[in-house]
């Protein structure tokens, strides 16, 4: 690896135009840049692109970094070209390019031009790419999304598990980072194992979203349930707001109701085709409706700053989903509300949907939702349950009212060995 000649800061500004760094950045720049395997763990927003970034731009070769969303890769790549002046500096090769782009991207990478080249997990699986970059003088590896290589994670892809051997066949010296926003140690581990990360570096930064407010409330009958989300949306009328319900049903009936209700509402889910989803996504972004009601098909890569709320009609299967979707509310650093309906039906609806599955993945999903009913039954502070679940020190002292059970602590009646706690209503 190369020898760093420029101050980081330098390099930091005249490449992106930014004074500082975010967080730790600069330290897992220069653990990259010393080649040795590296591993980031940061929520969304927090700037993991510029950890492999800049050092794909200050070392000799080109940096493959492997992204799971096809869709994402063209945007992440105009993105790098925006702050170049070089649109050759970084390139993706996936299934959508033409032979005659392929060409191009080839070409553009024997002449040493291209600093970061993206690539689907599925790219690697393809011999004559491995054979080409085998060629290449390549800096390093960055893995982004590595969550999606466990089984623990809320978004596990296959191909992720190949990783490893492909990178090997490349060439099996080569330093790799893993980036994720998913903080939970079983994945943490899976990520490491999977990876045969070798003695990593590990950068854990804090997952603690101070801005927004978390709150359970007790799901009653379904009109009334309704009604008091056209109450909620009422009081926050105007502002940027997403649904969550389990599924593509109820999203199209919940959105039904809020028109009804004088509240400018579409649904989003994975039913619809491609062009009425890039529609109404557009129609969300760009604020022509104020509320989308969607199941988790909605989110990923959605990077609108001002949400100011997120609500989940129905539970969330595990505490990380929760913490993903709730995490797209207050990105902007202002107010955020996450409000969470809960019943032990919609835990049992839950289980339901697992029943055809095998019994391994029954078992992996029936923890994951004890562990969401433990926190929406629990009497503790919101904020403290969630970052120990990501395995992070936190006292409840530090919230500062920012959660329901903080705000109004509840009363708990001991029946025999389950707690059962009086939901404030
Ligand atoms: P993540 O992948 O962790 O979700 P991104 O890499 O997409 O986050 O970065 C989130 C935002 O932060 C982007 O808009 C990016 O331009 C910005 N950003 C990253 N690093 C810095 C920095 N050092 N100074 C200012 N803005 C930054
Ligand atoms: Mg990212
Ligand atoms: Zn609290």
Known sequence: MAVVKVSLID????HFGFDSF?????????SILAGKDTFVIMPTGGGKSLCYQLPALMSPGCAL???PLIALMKNQVDLVRSYSSKDNVAHFLNSTLSKAQIKKVRT???SGKTKMLYVAPETLTKQENLEFFKELEISFIAVDEAHCISEWGHDFRPEYRRLKEMIEQINGNLPIIALTATATPKVQSDIVKNLGLRDPQV????FNRPNLYYEIRPKRKKDQTIREIVKFIHLHKGKSGIIYTLNRKTTEELADMLVANNIKAVAYHAGLDAGTRAQRQDMFLHEDVDVIVA???FGMGIDKPDVRFVIHYNIPKSLENYYQETGRAGR???EGICVCFYSYKDVQKLEHLMRDKPLSEREMGAQLINETVAYAESSACRRKVILHYFGEKYEESQCNNACDNCRNPKE???VKNRVVIVLNA
Not at 11 to 14: G, N, T
């Open 65 to 67: 970094i492997v992204s």
């Open 11 to 14: 390099a930091l500004r005249e």
């Open 295 to 297: 199941t988790i098909a």
């Open 22 to 30: 975010k967080g730790n950045q600069e330290i897992i720049i220069k």
């Open 412 to 414: 708990k009646i001991e």
């Open 108 to 110: 553009d990478l024997l």
């Open 332 to 334: 902007d650093g202002l």
């Open 203 to 206: 950068y854990l930064s804090s």
